[in-house]
């Protein structure tokens, strides 16, 4: 199945479409991204559609509700959840200040305090 995300104006993920991936397969067999847009725009009208991979084979991560579709990066970027932390670059997901501890305890993250609680 190929998955689809609908932006809004300003690059806001609205919906993800799952669609079949016979329909993104031009004469030759080759997956084409335009294709499935074209699908897309047939059923809903004109919009901003943008492929994603349910694998993270491209764009970085899936596309969810209220993630952003950044095109400079190529990728999709979930929203900040904690003022401290920061985007990672290579991976575009969002990085504590502080490593959780990889303990087998369960954690959760403080930002008052912007370090990791032990879950009790």
């Given at each position: ?32 991204e335009?294709?499935?847009k ?20 491209f ?57 990791w609680?032990?879950?009790?």
């Amino acid at each position: 199945m190929a998955h689809f995300a609908t932006l809004d104006e300003s690059n806001i993920v609205t919906r993800v479409e799952v669609i079949n991936n016979d329909v993104i397969l031009d004469g030759d067999g080759v997956e084409q991204e335009q294709l499935g847009k074209d699908f897309l725009t047939s059923l809903y009208g004109a919009g901003n559609y943008v492929q994603t991979s349910y694998n993270n084979n491209f764009r970085k991560n899936y596309a969810g509700v209220g993630h952003t579709y950044d095109s400079t990066r190529n990728a999709f970027i979930s929203p900040q959840p904690y003022p401290s932390w920061t985007l990672n670059e290579t991976t575009c997901n969002w990085e504590a200040p502080v490593a959780c501890p990889d303990d087998g305890k369960e954690y959760t993250w403080d930002e008052d305090t912007t370090n990791w609680v032990e879950v009790s």
